[in-house]
């Protein structure tokens, strides 16, 4: 029997959507998009144009949520590789944000770098454990046109895997879709495979924005799925309480739900809430509390009450390195979500409240999803797995080793041995130099990369994205000149 937590009762998540109705008709979500007002009161929303605040009826809600297709795929530019959406199969996305990176061999941590970004994105690209990259690296990467193309082009040259990531104004949107021209030959084809999704992130509390969102809706017409990750602050901008913030939580998420339905119905939407908490005695965001696992497998949970399509963010520590309290933060954060089963699963390498990006940290984070993993594969109780007869061969005293149940159970996977860190004697370990973690994973990391090469972009697309940055880059001078004259 495969593993499955629920953190919520039926009753429980019935009442999260019964308040959420309540909310979204009687005191509604300030919009702060004109574009996406008008598609809300074309839809039926109530509009006030004045306080930018829409209300919400239910059977528009109730509407939307069934227009939202429940079972979609997310591709990549490797042919054989796609994540099936409302299966819980738990691909797992890069966690991203960091401005920092921890030197393991200086012990220090220092301003992130472009050299960080290509670092990150290529571990990414070779790791087995890694399923879709988001930028974990930011502000190495300029906002002109020409940096926007730069950017996008090095994220397909350097990763080959499934891309969700996001724009901040609708120029760069459309940049990006003339990089998604030239790479995937065109939008048919684009929404044929669903090679990228959008991030989007209303403002908690209650507020989606509006050049931000209009990043998003520049994009219509593509199908692109979008992820709605609202991440309230649990006793800053969210009540504090667990389940009010998830209250708080399902009403931004499902305000953004509205809006991208009534823009384009039928559009792949992605629940990837992340409700989160503050330390209240500083009020920063450190993602340490161990309520966090209850938080993602809660979000888990009410998708599913929807059949929709669920992202769950977790795994963060308040610690700056890793360390012991870095490996039993992450570890505990992780297990509930993963055992609830989510289609996707953002966490892996950053630390400090997701500020600070760690190789190392990495590659001990997909080590520790591979086991909740294992542990989300539960007890197989197939037919051939119980083996009544052989405990009755091999009878009192007798020994299962050389027995062949033993060995195709073993390549079967039934225990997972993994291959990180230590798992042989003492004297072993002692005879070998007594060998750090940390050092063993740098070591490895270093190997990985030298020996992958990402998988290449085809000569032409090369030839035409070089083209197309020249193109924004000759636009860049022109708008200098001007702005000289």
Request: proline fraction near 5%; glycine fraction near 8%.
């Amino acid at each position: 029997m495969e593993t499955l937590v629920q953190v919520l009762s039926n009753d429980e998540c019935s009442r999260i959507h019964e308040e959420t109705l309540k909310i979204l008709s009687d005191t509604g979500v300030r919009v702060d998009t004109q574009r996406g007002r008008t598609y809300l009161q074309q839809a039926g929303a109530i509009v006030d144009e004045a306080s930018h605040v829409v209300r919400f009826p239910r059977d528009l809600v109730e509407e939307c949520l069934k227009q939202a297709p429940k079972e979609f795929s997310l591709g990549s530019r490797r042919p054989d590789q796609s994540i099936p959406m409302n299966r819980g199969q738990c691909g797992v996305i890069l966690d991203g944000g960091a401005i920092y990176t921890y030197d393991a061999q200086k012990e220090t941590r220092r301003p992130a770098t472009l050299e960080d970004w290509y670092l990150a994105t290529r571990l990414g690209d070779c790791l087995d454990g890694i399923d879709a990259y988001w930028a974990v690296i930011e502000g190495c990467w300029g906002h002109m046109p020409g940096d926007i193309v730069a950017y996008w082009k090095a994220v397909f040259q350097n990763f080959s895997k499934h891309v969700q990531d996001a724009t901040v104004t609708p120029e760069e949107s459309r940049w990006m879709l003339e990089v998604f021209q030239v790479v995937f030959g065109g939008r048919d084809t684009f929404k044929k495979t669903l090679p990228v999704s959008f991030i989007v992130c209303p403002t908690s509390p209650l507020i989606i924005e509006g050049e931000y969102t209009d990043a998003y809706l520049e994009t219509l017409g593509w199908g692109m799925p979008v992820a709605v990750m609202t991440m309230p602050l649990l006793g800053i901008s969210s009540p504090a309480t667990l389940i009010s913030e998830l209250v708080l939580t399902n009403c931004e998420t499902l305000a953004m739900l509205c809006l991208v339905q009534s823009a384009a119905s039928g559009t792949p939407f992605i629940y990837a809430a992340a409700p989160v908490i503050a330390d209240m005695h500083s009020g920063r965001f450190g993602s340490g509390e161990v309520e966090h696992s209850l938080l993602g497998a809660a979000v888990t949970q009410i998708a599913r009450m929807y059949q929709l399509p669920v992202e769950a963010s977790v795994g963060g520590s308040d610690h700056y390195i890793p360390c012991l309290q870095a490996g039993y933060e992450r570890a505990l954060n992780y297990t509930l979500p993963i055992l609830a089963r989510p289609d996707l699963l953002v966490a892996p390498g950053l630390l400090g409240g997701s500020t600070i990006f760690s190789p190392e940290q990495l590659v001990i984070d997909v080590e520790v999803i591979r086991r909740c993993k294992r542990l989300s594969a539960g007890i197989a109780s197939r037919s051939e797995s119980w083996l009544g007869d052989v405990i009755a061969s091999v009878g009192p005293g007798g020994n299962y080793l050389s027995h062949k149940s033993t060995r195709q159970a073993v390549h079967s996977g039934e225990v997972y041995y993994s291959q990180l860190g230590l798992h042989g004697s003492y004297d072993q370990w002692v005879s070998t130099g007594s060998p750090d973690l940390l050092a063993e994973i740098h070591r490895d990391i270093q190997d990985k990369l030298a020996n992958h090469q990402p998988l290449p972009l085809p000569e032409d697309v090369e030839h035409e994205l070089e083209a197309l940055e020249r193109r924004a880059r000759s636009g860049e001078r022109r708008q200098e000149i001007v702005l000289n004259k």
